[in-house]
């Protein structure tokens, strides 16, 4: 019986393998754990969801954070997702000569629908074991935000988020990072579902 060999990838592979053309621009493809994952398209709630948050937070944080939309992060050595949202920290070359890496990550936002279950364990995980102190998934299935925070790896080496926040669409929340900025969820969330 013959084994299956499989390559797992590093950030520097993935970046190689865009510099020669096997990974064009628009191939919806990110690096997790050294696999290359196919991102799933994106339905009109799932894009729309995307558009109305950004229309939010792009004035609320202004000048005192930059919001990289549907951006790679690195997150070294085997993976560099794309995630809906990433809130990072002020940089003078806005990040011109390389991606955001953990250091810089304030907040990770997954707007989810069709990968629900992928964004609240695999993404969950690599995001907490990358040290991301907050992580968020709107969730539209549920109509509600989960709001992550304080990653912990445990004494079996799985990583997670120790606290778990629910936040409603008639509600507002605060910005980590920014506790005097506030979110308006019912900008963000559908207040009437399924009308």
């Known amino acids: 019986m013959s084994s299956v060999?499989?390559?797992?990838?590093?950030?520097?592979?993935?970046?190689?393998?865009?510099?020669?053309?096997?990974?064009?621009?628009?191939?919806?493809i990110e690096l997790i754990r050294g696999e290359l994952v196919q991102m799933v398209a994106k339905g009109t709630s799932h894009s729309s969801c995307n558009t109305r948050l950004l229309y939010e937070l792009l004035p609320l944080l202004g000048d005192r954070a930059i919001v990289r939309h549907q951006d790679p992060v690195t997150l070294p050595r085997h993976s560099e997702p794309e995630p809906d949202f990433a809130i990072v920290k002020v940089r003078s070359d806005r990040y011109r000569s390389a991606h955001p890496q953990p250091k810089d990550i304030l907040l990770i936002i997954e707007v989810s629908d069709s990968t629900l279950t992928y964004d609240q364990t695999t993404k969950l995980s690599v995001y907490a074991e990358h040290q991301i102190p907050d992580y968020w998934i709107v969730n539209l299935v549920a109509n509600q935000l989960e709001c992550y925070s304080q990653p912990y790896r445990t004494p079996?080496?799985?990583?997670?988020?120790?606290?778990?926040?629910?936040?409603?669409?008639?509600?507002?929340?605060?910005?980590?990072?920014?506790?005097?900025?506030?979110?308006?969820?019912?900008?963000?969330?559908?207040?009437?579902?399924?009308?």
């Open 5 to 28: 060999m499989t390559k797992r990838f590093t950030v520097d592979d993935y970046h190689r393998l865009i510099e020669l053309g096997f990974i064009k621009e628009g191939d919806r």
């Open 156 to 195: 079996s080496d799985e990583y997670g988020y120790r606290l778990k926040q629910i936040a409603l669409p008639n509600e507002t929340i605060a910005l980590p990072s920014f506790e005097d900025l506030r979110l308006n969820l019912a900008a963000v969330l559908d207040t009437q579902p399924n009308q």
